[in-house]
């Protein structure tokens, strides 16, 4: 039996997508693979790590647990799509520099949408909050200490932006 | 990890879900949140032959809040549940347990109902439902019937579905008039499952404890449901504090009535340890929040 395929259009970033796929294709792969997208990182692939997270119709969510399919017809913003269009830098990626916020920077796409959706909805966590905020995503170089520095600094420099 | 080949299914009305899925039989298997079933596909610990998807299906993603209950449609989010005000204001127990519930982008695609569904023994909607006497709405090609939590929950991650049927909404009534609820859990890691959890709820009449019940997670192979009154009625309420209530020996009490099992995160013994204190202190809470002059809690994050 062949494998059942389906068509699935994808707003990326902005950028409308349109592409086959099989059934099982699951979103991270999509994203990588078919849009061409390798900022989202794919580390445990059962939704313990956050490297997948992306950002569907403006929620968090992980990608390893979406089929492509279920995401027909989504808005998504992947890292690639935080950045102004001069290349300006979100203030969550202005932050990571700042604060020293990543070493190998393989969890890093993860940790920054889901920190840019986080502050969309809270401008001023705490740093209970900011802990809160990370708390489902892997690091294992940094100790997170710097990434919750720049959860805070994120905050401001969003703060001071308006 | 890449799931095993399936057949997709993506209905748009409830009928026509019902009608695949009474096709497919055995082989089908509903997809709603997928955060417990897609990893499961992954790790290729099952393969299903044929996937409903009812996310597109219109009509059941919905909260419905009145005097006497919450209602949830199967594919509302956890998160909606848990930020939804008016579910908050009829059942507390939601958003208390909700918070606890893996991780908040986890909780924006997971469902409350699916995770019902899925009947893990560690998840804490499994307990929410069984402390509120919750049910179920079970529905099929032939008609619906409402199951009650302690028939729906059948044996570790197996509840009473049967093939061709799927939960379309679970509905959790409020608590009696002078009821508080906590929920309360220990995790290896924040967001990971609890080693042992408490669901608790507290109904306080005339400035006394008149009632005490309990329901845990990760301690049995069900949510296990235990009345505790014996062991702290008539404990006296004032002005938010409760003294004369013996939460300790409703800790113990609790104990005698669990047989947890060891596995590779606890040993049997840690986790009966934990119902007796989380018991104590889940039962505290309760009672603190059942008192008049109790202000509500607020939300921690966001």
């Given at each position: 039996?062949?494998?059942?395929?389906?068509?699935?259009?994808?707003?990326?970033?902005?950028?409308?997508?349109?592409?086959?796929?099989?059934?099982?294709?699951?979103?991270?792969?999509?994203?990588?693979?078919?849009?061409?997208?390798?900022?989202?990182?794919?580390?445990?692939?059962?939704?313990?790590?956050?490297?997948?997270?992306?950002?569907?119709?403006?929620?968090?969510?992980?990608?390893?647990?979406?089929?492509?399919?279920?995401?027909?017809?989504?808005?998504?913003?992947?890292?690639?799509?935080?950045?102004?269009?001069?290349?300006?830098?979100?203030?969550?990626?202005?932050?990571?520099?700042?604060?020293?916020?990543?070493?190998?920077?393989?969890?890093?796409?993860?940790?920054?949408?889901?920190?840019?959706?986080?502050?969309?909805?809270?401008?001023?966590?705490?740093?209970?909050?900011?802990?809160?905020?990370?708390?489902?995503?892997?690091?294992?170089?940094?100790?997170?200490?710097?990434?919750?520095?720049?959860?805070?600094?994120?905050?401001?420099?969003?703060?001071?932006?308006? | 990890?890449?799931?095993?080949?399936?057949?997709?299914?993506?209905?748009?009305?409830?009928?026509?879900?019902?009608?695949?899925?009474?096709?497919?039989?055995?082989?089908?298997?509903?997809?709603?949140?997928?955060?417990?079933?897609?990893?499961?596909?992954?790790?290729?610990?099952?393969?299903?032959?044929?996937?409903?998807?009812?996310?597109?299906?219109?009509?059941?993603?919905?909260?419905?809040?009145?005097?006497?209950?919450?209602?949830?449609?199967?594919?509302?989010?956890?998160?909606?549940?848990?930020?939804?005000?008016?579910?908050?204001?009829?059942?507390?127990?939601?958003?208390?347990?909700?918070?606890?519930?893996?991780?908040?982008?986890?909780?924006?695609?997971?469902?409350?109902?699916?995770?019902?569904?899925?009947?893990?023994?560690?998840?804490?909607?499994?307990?929410?439902?069984?402390?509120?006497?919750?049910?179920?709405?079970?529905?099929?090609?032939?008609?619906?019937?409402?199951?009650?939590?302690?028939?729906?929950?059948?044996?570790?991650?197996?509840?009473?579905?049967?093939?061709?049927?799927?939960?379309?909404?679970?509905?959790?009534?409020?608590?009696?008039?002078?009821?508080?609820?906590?929920?309360i859990?220990?995790?290896?890691?924040?967001?990971?499952?609890?080693?042992?959890?408490v669901?608790a709820?507290v109904?306080?009449?005339?400035?006394?404890v008149?009632?005490a019940?309990a329901?845990?997670?990760?301690?049995?192979?069900?949510?296990?449901?235990?009345?505790l009154?014996d062991a702290v009625a008539?404990g006296?309420?004032?002005?938010?504090?409760v003294s004369g209530a013996d939460w300790a020996a409703a800790g113990r009490l609790a104990q005698s009535?669990?047989?947890?099992?060891?596995?590779?995160?606890?040993?049997?013994?840690?986790?009966r340890h934990l119902v007796g204190v989380l018991t104590a202190r889940a039962l505290a809470e309760?009672a603190?929040?059942?008192?008049?002059?109790?202000?509500?809690?607020?939300?921690?994050?966001?």
């Open positions: 039996m062949s494998e059942q395929h389906r068509s699935v259009t994808l707003t990326v970033n902005g950028r409308t997508h349109q592409f086959d796929v099989p059934v099982r294709r699951l979103l991270s792969d999509a994203i990588r693979h078919d849009v061409g997208l390798t900022g989202t990182h794919v580390g445990c692939e059962h939704g313990v790590c956050g490297a997948c997270t992306v950002l569907m119709d403006g929620r968090p969510v992980r990608s390893c647990l979406l089929f492509a399919v279920s995401a027909d017809g989504a808005a998504i913003t992947t890292v690639e799509g935080l950045a102004a269009a001069d290349g300006t830098r979100h203030p969550v990626q202005q932050a990571f520099t700042e604060c020293h916020a990543l070493q190998c920077g393989f969890c890093t796409p993860g940790f920054l949408t889901t920190i840019a959706a986080a502050l969309e909805d809270n401008s001023h966590p705490s740093e209970e909050q900011a802990e809160e905020i990370i708390s489902g995503n892997l690091c294992r170089c940094t100790g997170y200490q710097n990434i919750k520095a720049a959860v805070l600094r994120a905050a401001e420099l969003k703060r001071a932006a308006g | 990890m890449k799931p095993p080949a399936f057949t997709y299914h993506a209905p748009e009305s409830l009928d026509e879900a019902l009608g695949v899925l009474a096709e497919v039989g055995e082989d089908g298997k509903v997809l709603a949140g997928g955060q417990s079933l897609v990893p499961i596909l992954n790790m290729r610990l099952a393969a299903p032959a044929h996937l409903v998807d009812i996310n597109r299906v219109a009509g059941l993603s919905t909260v419905d809040t009145n005097d006497t209950s919450v209602t949830v449609g199967a594919t509302a989010r956890h998160t909606d549940v848990e930020l939804d005000d008016a579910a908050y204001g009829v059942q507390p127990l939601l958003r208390q347990a909700l918070r606890l519930v893996a991780h908040p982008v986890i909780r924006n695609r997971g469902t409350t109902v699916g995770s019902l569904a899925h009947a893990d023994p560690a998840g804490e909607m499994t307990a929410v439902l069984a402390l509120t006497r919750g049910s179920v709405r079970i529905t099929s090609g032939s008609g619906s019937r409402n199951v009650d939590a302690t028939d729906f929950f059948v044996g570790p991650l197996e509840c009473c579905l049967r093939a061709g049927e799927m939960v379309e909404s679970a509905t959790f009534p409020a608590f009696p008039a002078g009821t508080g609820s906590a929920f859990e220990v995790a290896r890691r924040h967001g990971d499952y609890a080693l042992c959890g669901a709820a109904t306080v009449l005339d400035g006394a008149s009632a019940r329901a845990y997670i990760s301690v049995g192979p069900t949510p296990l449901l235990v009345d009154t008539g006296a309420v004032s002005g938010g504090a009535q669990v047989s947890p099992e060891a596995d590779i995160h606890s040993t049997a013994s840690y986790r309760a603190a929040a059942a008192a008049p002059t109790h202000s509500l809690p607020l939300r921690r994050s966001g």
